[in-house]
Structures are given as structure tokens and as C-alpha cells.
């Protein structure tokens, strides 16, 4: 089975940090951006990031550059989101996702797996 | 403020088609792809539609997709209990940062 699943998600200060991973299964992972999405309470969902296959090339929603990092490693199958500073509007579900890929370069194949998510509360 | 902006709210009736609209402008949906997901409360979210009209394996063909302009829009025909949850729909804003921008998504209530 293909599946993504989170963790690492908690209770945390304003201020504090928080680690959390995005570990794949069932798919060759090199293949796939791995994205980060949240759903904040009373709010749509969100996007926070995204890295490249080999993890050189990064991008970051204005809302976390600067405090937000995200980095893989491959050898793993893991995605990590290293959350500094973290705020009270930060709070909320956190769900990692793959970026879909196939022979045709030009499609968009958009996030085609998820994972159930994992919750961080910022209080 | 989400940059796409969706209806808050749709509603239907078992069996009838409804349309939710995602209007961008040109530096996102006018030049970009548009796709779409369902998301219900503690599931994951679900790609509904890929590139603007093109379904994954696995959505039934009462969801389509069409994108025109800086607008697009997602359709649900024969709609079913079970199609009662958030709709987004997502494409890609490249003006200074690249970053994938989702709608402030639609409540879809099946009466």
C-alpha cells in the first residue's frame, strides 16, 4: 500500500519548537516532492512547504519562511518539518502529501497521497 | 485571506448537480493549473481532480473539472449523502515565491 504518516505533532509554548515527520511507504520515494498542508481550526486548509526529490530545493508559504524548515532524507523515506518559533495561528492539523508524478511532464498531477495528519497545538 | 476565492457554502438535494467556483487572477489560476480536493473532518484530504479536468483513478465521472481564465470550477452531478465535505480547489502562485495556493474552501451540504 502507498501511505504517508505523520507524527511528531503536540502541545508546545508560544515561542517553542516541534519536529515533525512524514515517513513513506509503498512508493518509490525518489520519484516525488513531498509537500506540507494544514487545516487551521476555523480555516481552510493551508500550504506550508515543499522539497524536491534529492532535498536541495525548498519553498516555504510567507506565513513560516524563516521559521519553519524542511528537509528528507531519502535513505529513511522520511520528511521532516522543523517548526521554530512557533506561534498561536500555527496551531492546527498538519498533513504531509506527494506530489504526483508520471511521463508526462507538462500534467499537473497534484497531491495525490496524503497522510491522516497530526495535530499541533501552539497555547 | 485565501488568494482563490471560493463560495463559504453549496447546497443540493440527493440526485441533483452542483458547481462550486474558484476565482483567482493572472499570476495564479490565469496561468497555472488548477486541482481540486475533498477533505472531510479528521481524513485525509483527496485529490478530486488533477489539472484542471482530469480525474485519479478511482473518482467516479460525476466529478468534473473545467478551468477558463483566471476562473475554474468543480461540478458533482448525482450527488450522494456521502459527497457531504470541504472542497478546495489549489493551484500555484509563482508572483514572488513559488507556493501552491489553495481557495478558502466550500461547504458542500447534501440536504
Known amino acids: 500500500d502507498v501511505r504517508l504518516v505523520e507524527s511528531g505533532g503536540g502541545l508546545v509554548r508560544p515561542g517553542g519548537s516541534l519536529r515533525l515527520s512524514c515517513a513513506a511507504s509503498g512508493f518509490t520515494f525518489i520519484n516525488h516532492w513531498i509537500h506540507w498542508v494544514r487545516r487551521v481550526p476555523g480555516k481552510g486548509l493551508e500550504w506550508v512547504s515543499r522539497v524536491n526529490s534529492n532535498g536541495f530545493t525548498t519553498e516555504y508559504a510567507d506565513s513560516v519562511r524563516g521559521r519553519f524548515t524542511i528537509s528528507r532524507d531519502n535513505a529513511k523515506n522520511t520528511v521532516y518539518l522543523q517548526l521554530n518559533s512557533l506561534r498561536a495561528e500555527d496551531t492546527g492539523v498538519y498533513y504531509c502529501?506527494?506530489?504526483?508524478?508520471?511521463?508526462?511532464?507538462?500534467?499537473?498531477?497534484?497531491?495525490?497521497?496524503w497522510g491522516q495528519g497530526t495535530t499541533v497545538t501552539v497555547s | 485571506q485565501p488568494v482563490l476565492t471560493q463560495p463559504l457554502s453549496v447546497s443540493g438535494t440527493p440526485g441533483q448537480r452542483v458547481t462550486i467556483s474558484c476565482s483567482g487572477s493572472s499570476s495564479d489560476i490565469g496561468g497555472n493549473n488548477v486541482n481540486w480536493y475533498q477533505h472531510l473532518p479528521g481524513a485525509a484530504p483527496k485529490l478530486l481532480i488533477y489539472?484542471?479536468?482530469h480525474r485519479p483513478s478511482g473518482i467516479p465521472d460525476r466529478f468534473s473539472g473545467s478551468k477558463s481564465g483566471t476562473s475554474a470550477s468543480l461540478a458533482i452531478s448525482g450527488l450522494q449523502p456521502e459527497d457531504e465535505a470541504d472542497y478546495y480547489c489549489?493551484?500555484?502562485?509563482?508572483?514572488?515565491?513559488?507556493?501552491?495556493?489553495f481557495g478558502g474552501g466550500t461547504k458542500l451540504t447534501v440536504l
Open positions: 502529501g506527494r506530489y504526483g508524478s508520471g511521463d508526462n511532464s507538462a500534467i499537473d498531477y497534484g497531491m495525490d497521497v
Open positions: 489549489a493551484t500555484w502562485d509563482g508572483s514572488l515565491h513559488i507556493q501552491v495556493v
Open positions: 489539472h484542471n479536468y
